[in-house]
């Protein structure tokens, strides 16, 4: 951290001389790098965000806590305990085989739309696609794993 500081410390020194010698729209673009540039050594510094009287660990009980309802916090965990499964070896390799007939981009946009419950915004925004084409691939992955699953009565079981 020391020689994060003194790298700081150093480019706020060059920056200094060159504010010295930089034209009038240059020097208040340098100022503003002085100014980044001072506000993160006063972070580095303090351990805290700059301009805050007192950090977090010095604030009154009453800020610091949150109340919870107690029904509410059971109730919570409760979910959580339920919504945890487990996938047999065998169950994992069928879902493999079933996967294995999408292309890459339409697994993706499957995986992050069914399995992990992101909306197809969301999967759009990730992978850097538009929204219906996004859509329109967990569409046709649905239909080729459902043609795979028609054709395959061994491998049949409760997918959607």
Same mark, same amino acid.
Request: hydrophobic share 35%; charged share 30%; proline share 1%.
């Given at each position: 951290? *020391? @020689?994060?500081?003194?790298?700081?410390? &150093? !480019?706020?020194?060059?920056?200094? !001389?060159?504010? +010295?010698?930089?034209?009038?729209?240059?020097?208040?673009?340098?100022? $503003?790098?002085? #100014?980044? +540039?001072?506000?993160?050594?006063?972070?580095?510094?303090?351990?805290?965000?700059? $301009?805050?009287?007192?950090?977090? %660990?010095?604030?009154? #009980?009453? &800020?610091?806590?949150? #109340?919870?309802?107690?029904?509410?916090?059971? =109730?919570?965990?409760?979910?959580?305990?339920? *919504?945890?499964?487990?996938?047999? =070896?065998? @169950?994992? %390799?069928?879902?493999?085989?079933?996967? #294995?007939?999408?292309?890459?981009?339409?697994? @993706?946009? /499957?995986?992050?739309?069914?399995?992990?419950?992101?909306?197809?915004? @969301?999967?759009?925004?990730?992978? $850097?696609?538009?929204?219906?084409?996004?859509?329109?691939?967990? %569409?046709? !992955?649905?239909?080729?794993?459902?043609?795979?699953?028609?054709?395959?009565? !061994?491998?049949? /079981?409760?997918?959607?």
């Amino acid at each position: 951290m *020391n @020689d994060l500081i003194r790298e700081y410390n &150093q !480019a706020l020194r060059e920056l200094e !001389a060159l504010r +010295v010698i930089a034209s009038e729209d240059d020097s208040a673009i340098i100022g $503003g790098m002085m #100014s980044d +540039v001072r506000y993160a050594l006063e972070w580095m510094r303090s351990a805290r965000m700059p $301009g805050n009287r007192r950090g977090i %660990e010095r604030r009154s #009980s009453y &800020q610091r806590e949150v #109340s919870i309802d107690s029904v509410q916090l059971q =109730a919570y965990v409760r979910n959580q305990e339920t *919504n945890e499964s487990t996938v047999s =070896a065998w @169950d994992k %390799e069928k879902i493999d085989n079933c996967l #294995s007939i999408l292309s890459d981009q339409q697994k @993706d946009c /499957f995986y992050m739309h069914v399995a992990k419950l992101y909306s197809l915004e @969301d999967v759009a925004t990730i992978l $850097g696609l538009q929204k219906t084409t996004v859509q329109n691939h967990v %569409e046709r !992955a649905k239909k080729k794993i459902q043609e795979y699953l028609e054709n395959k009565p !061994a491998v049949q /079981f409760e997918l959607f």
